[in-house]
């Protein structure tokens, strides 16, 4: 995905963290990739830096959940708060 860091993850493919709109991207190895928002830039510095990007991920994924990747495009959600697990 454009933009995206690649990780060492068994599920996680990448991922991208726009600052000024506080929002996180997560691309699974399989499932649909999710954005998420009010990320803070500490949660997003944590999943950088985390030795397992999996147990990260689980630290940010209850933040509102903004847009799905379906058919190539992002998607808004119907509400906020909507499930961000990708599987």
Known sequence: ???HTPVQSSWIRSYKYDPAA???EM???SGTP???GDVSR???QGFADA????RA???IKNNPLVAKLVNGKW???PRAGASADPQ
Do not use: D, N
């Open 75 to 77: 998607v808004t959600t």
């Open 51 to 54: 030795k397992s990007q999996g």
């Open 42 to 44: 500490e949660q997003a």
């Open 57 to 59: 991920w689980q630290q």
């Open 1 to 3: 995905m454009e933009g």
């Open 22 to 24: 506080r929002e996180f």
């Open 34 to 36: 999710v954005r998420l």
């Open 27 to 29: 691309a699974p190895k």
